[in-house]
């Protein structure tokens, strides 16, 4: 069983900073992924971030990065440079590695609404 | 770039009424998805549907749904006797041998 935790229930940044969204995670598993999903006012779900759990660098996609923290099952995002359009609900989510990227049920956290001021 | 397609995007339904979701997912993925988002809430998991048929379940995925490929292009949920706290925000996604998941833009049912 997996589960996954955000405790941060909101956060805010001024615009062209850097905020860092906090998640934790529970698993059984020996090997998962972890993911960060962006959550915009038209509610789809985007993919923001992924990380495989045995590789030990942290992902990096433009502006955003994660501190993956495998010891301490954390598994936080950092958004630099923060722009108007990151304001959103961030989700954190993990998946077991069964069947690779694709294939497996999505556990996700709780999220964080992020608020970005100009 | 590849869309899940997911109609309506609003659909407002009587309780005890069933209602049918629709989704269209990638045409070469193999995996698909139900998750629910009641308002303000976190993303659950339904269901999940390989080589037509359901290969995890979960609890909130009672006998008042199912899910079917009537084709080889659709991916329905059905809700039987939809209930006040059925309403919230549906999304199918799919997934592929080498893709990771994509989610579609989901559908907002109201139970009034």
């Known amino acids: 069983a997996q589960t996954v935790t955000q405790s941060q229930p909101e956060m805010s940044v001024q615009e062209a900073e850097t905020v860092t969204l906090s998640c934790t995670y529970d698993t059984s598993e020996s090997d998962y992924y972890l993911f960060w999903y962006k959550q915009p006012p038209s509610r789809q779900m985007i993919l923001v971030i992924r990380?495989?759990?045995?590789?030990?660098q942290n992902a990096t996609e433009n502006r955003f990065s994660v501190n993956f923290q495998k010891a301490a099952k954390s598994f936080s995002l950092k958004i630099s440079d923060s722009q108007l359009g990151d304001a959103a609900m961030y989700f954190c989510?993990?998946?077991?590695?069964?069947?690779?990227?694709?294939?497996?049920?999505?556990?996700f956290g709780q999220g964080t609404i992020l608020t970005v001021h100009p | 770039e590849p869309e899940v397609t997911q109609t309506p995007s609003h659909q407002v339904t009587q309780m005890g009424q069933e209602v049918i979701l629709r989704c269209v997912p990638i045409s070469n993925h193999l995996y698909f998805y139900w998750y629910r988002q009641i308002l303000g809430q976190k993303v659950e998991f339904l269901v999940s549907f390989y080589n037509n048929e359901i290969s995890e379940k979960s609890e909130i995925f009672d006998d008042q749904f199912s899910v079917e490929r009537p084709d080889g292009s659709n991916f329905t949920l059905k809700i039987r006797s939809t209930k006040l706290e059925d309403s919230a925000m549906y999304f199918c996604?799919?997934?592929?041998?080498?893709?990771?998941?994509?989610f579609g833009s989901g559908t907002r049912l109201t139970v009034v």
């Open positions: 996604a799919s997934s592929g041998v080498r893709d990771g998941y994509t």
């Open positions: 990380q495989e759990a045995y590789k030990q």
């Open positions: 989510a993990s998946k077991p590695n069964a069947g690779g990227t694709s294939y497996g049920k999505l556990t």
